[in-house]
């Protein structure tokens, strides 16, 4: 209640007495950091951050970490928290959406589009297939030799796995072939 009406030396003294009382729990943790953080208070608001299981740490814990250190003067412990909270609050999968969404430009016959949405992918994680298909993209549907070569040298650079080996030497042999 204290927490909603914005009254943080409430929250902060009666969070203090549920931890005396042996309330260690996530969401006590969370709040009394918030109210320190509330207050000015940035070192306190750190240290109870900070004492949070890290299975419980939120995407909004390293936020609020980040904030105070970036009021105590420690930058560099401001953006490795911020790359924290990116990290937390980006599904691990993103790469993949953007490459399906690039399968359906590609299926839409939206090439450019299609593109961007792989470069996007590979934001995010890089794989051979992504690769492979932007050089098949160029090569196939942009009739661009010299981008598709340079994205088939790419998928190859890459290492793609024993099971793509098929598009290994198909990637070759378009090299050669574009080269000409």
């Not at 009739?143 to 994205?151: D, E, H, L």
């Not at 024993?162 to 378009?174: F, G, L």
């Amino acid at each position: 209640m204290e927490y909603a009406e914005q009254k943080f030396k409430d929250v902060i003294t009666n969070s203090e007495l549920l931890l005396t009382l042996g309330d260690h729990s996530a969401y006590i943790l969370n709040k009394l950091g918030e109210a320190y953080l509330s207050v000015h208070n940035y070192q306190c608001s750190v240290e109870t951050f900070s004492a949070i299981p890290a299975n419980y740490q939120t995407e909004g814990t390293f936020y609020y970490m980040a904030e105070c250190y970036k009021q105590l003067g420690d930058q560099t412990k401001a953006i490795e928290y911020l790359n924290k909270a990116i990290d937390a609050g980006l599904s691990p999968n993103i790469d993949s959406y953007y490459s399906e969404i690039a399968d359906s430009y590609t299926d839409l016959k939206k090439d450019k589009k299609a593109l961007g949405a792989y470069q996007k992918s590979l934001q995010f994680h890089e794989t051979p297939m992504t690769y492979y298909l932007m050089a098949s993209l160029y090569d196939n549907n942009l009739k661009n030799g010299k981008q598709a070569v340079i994205y088939y040298k790419k998928y190859i650079a890459a290492k793609p796995p024993k099971n793509q080996q098929k598009y290994v030497i198909y990637a070759n042999s378009r090299i050669e072939a574009l080269k000409h």
